[in-house]
């Protein structure tokens, strides 16, 4: 018997469905020009899973992807951006390099968003005062300085 936690995720349409197993191997903020811009807003509220415990459970054929960070100095970082065909709605990226999936907090049915800290925040156009560590751009373990900065 599977006891692991399950959680659901769509589109906006409801078209692209997943399921993802277990827990997010992170979640937090990301204030990077690509993220702001993919997510249309001031800071990118990101999961971070492995892509195991991702299953396209429907709306696969549905699903189009745009790869790249285009005029980011993260032009190097390959991300593939998976988003609805029907409803333009984003619904996860891939980021190979770092073998993890983001799935936006805010596409997970019933989820509760626990950000652990913020990355990039050198590119903030809106700083948060919330206390969590802020990374000038990402955590040694995920190949960036680890250099922190203040609120």
């Known amino acids: 018997m599977n006891n692991q ?5 769509s589109c906006f349409c409801g ?4 399921t993802l197993t277990g827990e997010p191997e992170a979640m937090a903020y990301c204030h990077c020009d690509s993220c702001r811009r993919w997510s249309a807003g001031l800071v990118s509220a990101f999961t971070l899973w492995k892509p195991e ?3 396209i459970t429907s709306g696969k054929e549905k699903l189009d992807c745009f790869t790249g960070n285009p005029g980011s100095e993260h032009e190097t970082e390959v991300s593939h951006r998976k988003w609805c065909k ?5 619904i996860y990226t891939e980021h190979p390099d770092m073998g993890v999936n983001d799935i936006p907090a805010a596409v997970i049915t019933g989820f509760s968003f626990k950000p652990g800290f913020h990355v990039h925040y050198q590119e903030a156009v809106r700083p948060i005062s919330d206390g969590l560590p802020k990374f000038k751009d ?5 190949g960036g300085s680890g ?4 609120e």
């Open 5 to 9: 936690t399950r959680y659901q995720a």
């Open 15 to 18: 078209d692209v469905q997943l």
């Open 53 to 55: 415990n991702i299953e």
């Open 86 to 90: 029907t409803c333009g709605g984003h």
């Open 138 to 142: 990402l955590p040694k373990e995920a």
């Open 147 to 150: 250099q922190l900065l203040s």
